[in-house]
């Protein structure tokens, strides 16, 4: 593959991601953890797509992925035990374990004491100090805020309580986020078969077409089309899950079958999103020297 290709991609992955984690960070998915799961999926892919063997040749899939032979045996055990639970917390958990388990925070019966802000006495226990220790460089007021707004800290009389071992995001439903993966993959399969089946001769493309507003459109018009889009969309689906219906008794029960269908969604793109890293820094005024 030529590296204006691999370029293409990563802009495309980038832009991919960005509405994705940021549901993650709100959902309190640490890096750590996404990164384990796209190891697992690498892992996967390479020996369903291009590894055929019976048996695992970790340095091929090494090979193939860009891990290592160490991390592709970690995946594969980890994927062989049952019994594994995730041990990566997030830095908001760690704080909140450290409050709850180490003595120099508790007070009688292990109970966690209640803490100031910042103390002159370094001795002391304090909520920068407990910060420092669990949670590394992390800004102690933005983690304050965070346990603040999750409910697991609360302010009583200028100090700070901790209420809850647990730090608990926004909750979704599993149906929620369930239907995520769920549209997520057909959306992307759909479009990497389109650009697969372009580069073979006579391969079959998936339908795969769209329609937007040249020049954008006012927050007034989007309202009307979103209306309009429920009403006309609405009919539009029946009118596919009436064709679905009508040819049931064409389907031979000996015959194997996938699952198949149409999902229309509306967007809305927020300049905002587009952006690179490298431009938010420069808005910003961010160098190298901060």
């Given at each position: 593959?030529?590296?204006?290709?691999?370029?293409?991609?990563?802009?495309?992955?980038?832009?991919?991601?960005?509405?994705?984690?940021?549901?993650?960070?709100?959902?309190?998915?640490?890096?750590?953890?996404?990164?384990?799961?796209?190891?697992?999926?690498?892992?996967?892919?390479?020996?369903?797509?291009?590894?055929?063997?019976?048996?695992?040749?970790?340095?091929?899939?090494?090979?193939?992925?860009g891990?290592?032979?160490?991390?592709?045996?970690?995946?594969?055990?980890?994927?062989l035990?049952?019994?594994?639970?995730?041990?990566?917390?997030?830095?908001?958990?760690?704080?909140?374990t450290?409050?709850?388990?180490?003595?120099h925070?508790?007070?009688?019966?292990?109970?966690?004491?209640?803490?100031?802000?910042?103390?002159?006495?370094?001795?002391?226990?304090?909520?920068?100090?407990?910060?420092?220790?669990?949670?590394?460089?992390?800004?102690?007021?933005?983690?304050?805020?965070?346990?603040?707004?999750?409910?697991?800290?609360?302010?009583?009389?200028?100090?700070?309580?901790?209420?809850?071992?647990?730090?608990?995001?926004?909750?979704?439903?599993?149906?929620?986020?369930?239907?995520?993966?769920?549209?997520?993959?057909?959306?992307?399969?759909?479009?990497?078969?389109?650009?697969?089946?372009?580069?073979?001769?006579?391969?079959?493309?998936?339908?795969?077409?769209?329609?937007?507003a040249?020049?954008?459109?006012?927050?007034?018009?989007?309202?009307?089309?979103?209306?309009?889009?429920?009403?006309?969309g609405?009919?539009?689906?029946?009118?596919i899950?009436?064709?679905?219906?009508?040819?049931?008794?064409?389907?031979?029960?000996?015959?194997?079958?996938?699952?198949?269908?149409?999902?229309?969604?509306h967007?809305?793109?927020?300049?905002d999103?587009?952006?690179?890293?490298?431009?938010l820094?420069?808005?910003?005024?961010?160098?190298?020297d901060e």
């Amino acid at each position: 593959m030529g590296q204006e290709v691999k370029d293409h991609l990563r802009r495309a992955l980038s832009l991919m991601l960005k509405p994705l984690v940021r549901l993650l960070i709100a959902q309190g998915v640490t890096h750590a953890e996404f990164s384990e799961t796209a190891k697992e999926v690498y892992v996967e892919t390479a020996l369903r797509y291009f590894e055929k063997d019976g048996r695992i040749n970790k340095s091929r899939v090494a090979i193939l992925t860009g891990l290592t032979r160490k991390d592709v045996k970690t995946v594969v055990d980890r994927a062989l035990t049952t019994s594994y639970k995730e041990k990566t917390h997030s830095r908001p958990a760690r704080v909140l374990t450290g409050w709850y388990s180490d003595p120099h925070y508790q007070g009688p019966y292990g109970i966690p004491l209640e803490l100031p802000y910042e103390t002159g006495d370094v001795e002391e226990p304090n909520f920068v100090a407990l910060v420092k220790n669990y949670s590394g460089d992390m800004a102690p007021r933005q983690m304050l805020n965070q346990l603040l707004e999750a409910g697991s800290v609360v302010e009583i009389d200028g100090r700070y309580k901790a209420v809850s071992r647990i730090f608990l995001h926004m909750k979704l439903s599993p149906s929620v986020v369930d239907r995520l993966g769920s549209v997520g993959y057909r959306f992307f399969s759909t479009a990497a078969k389109n650009i697969d089946a372009d580069r073979e001769a006579g391969a079959r493309t998936l339908f795969d077409r769209m329609v937007f507003a040249d020049d954008g459109c006012t927050e007034e018009v989007i309202e009307q089309f979103a209306a309009y889009l429920r009403t006309k969309g609405q009919a539009f689906l029946e009118d596919i899950d009436v064709w679905f219906s009508s040819r049931k008794d064409l389907n031979k029960p000996s015959e194997p079958r996938k699952e198949t269908g149409v999902y229309m969604l509306h967007y809305v793109e927020e300049q905002d999103d587009l952006g690179s890293l490298q431009v938010l820094l420069q808005e910003r005024g961010i160098g190298n020297d901060e």
